[in-house]
T-cell receptor, first 113, second 110 residues
């Protein structure tokens, strides 16, 4: 059981380039989340999804887009990367309504030059 | 708006002592409050959660207390061990969003 898997784990981009981070979970969870974490800080919610085909904005959605075409996958896209998007990105999933537990991936470290 | 914050950014405790990590929240509509542990270079790991209709919940060596009157959440770790050294985050769930606080770094002194 792999849990939550993020790819890639590391990526370096130039300003203006685009890329997609993939999150895959094999637990049949309904809810999925994308967070970013900057050095010495907490996690900030970018976007989330409450089920296949749905997405919603979190605390810091600007500059990012997401898609949830399949229940097991949640994609985070950067259309035109900026240095301010240099961060560690974490994906998480949650089973259902009666829990607060999120299962996290190992993170994707993105550097924008 | 929603916000979750911590009183103490760093905490140092002697091995074997009890640790208490505090958190303040502002959204009285949140239905779950959660504690996570994050070790260096890893993703956050769930410790324990508590529903808003409870005031105490115990796990293995951990206890979470919820005081809705003053909007305060705490995590108590009994007999703190070196392996407990990490950053601890409180989080709150409101509708389907899960919002994290800034974190407290716990350092265990052998």
């Amino acid at each position: 059981n792999a849990g939550v898997t993020q790819t890639p784990k590391f990526r370096v981009l130039k300003t203006g380039q685009s890329m997609t981070l993939l999150c895959a979970q094999d637990m049949n969870h309904e809810y999925m989340y994308w967070y970013r974490q900057d050095p010495g800080m907490g996690l900030r919610l970018i976007h989330y999804s409450v089920g296949e085909g749905t997405t919603a904005k979190g605390e810091v959605p600007d500059g990012y887009n997401v898609s949830r075409l399949k229940k097991q996958n949640f994609l985070l896209g950067l259309e035109s990367a900026a240095p301010s998007q240099t961060s560690v990105y974490f994906c998480a999933s949650r089973a259902g309504q009666h829990t607060g537990e999120l299962f996290f991936g190992e993170g994707s470290r993105l550097t924008v030059l | 708006g929603e916000s979750v914050g911590l009183h103490l950014p760093t905490l140092s405790v002697q091995e074997g002592d009890n640790s208490i990590i505090n958190c303040a929240y502002s959204n009285s509509a949140s239905d779950y409050f959660i504690w996570y542990k994050q070790e260096s270079g890893k993703g956050p790991q769930f410790i324990i959660d508590i529903r808003s209709n409870m005031d105490k919940r115990q796990g293995q060596r951990v206890t979470v207390l919820l005081n809705k009157t003053v909007k305060h959440l705490s995590l108590q770790i009994a007999a703190t061990q070196p392996g407990d050294s990490a950053v601890y985050f409180c989080a709150e769930r409101s509708l389907d969003k899960v919002i994290f606080g800034p974190g407290t770094s716990l350092s265990v002194i052998p």
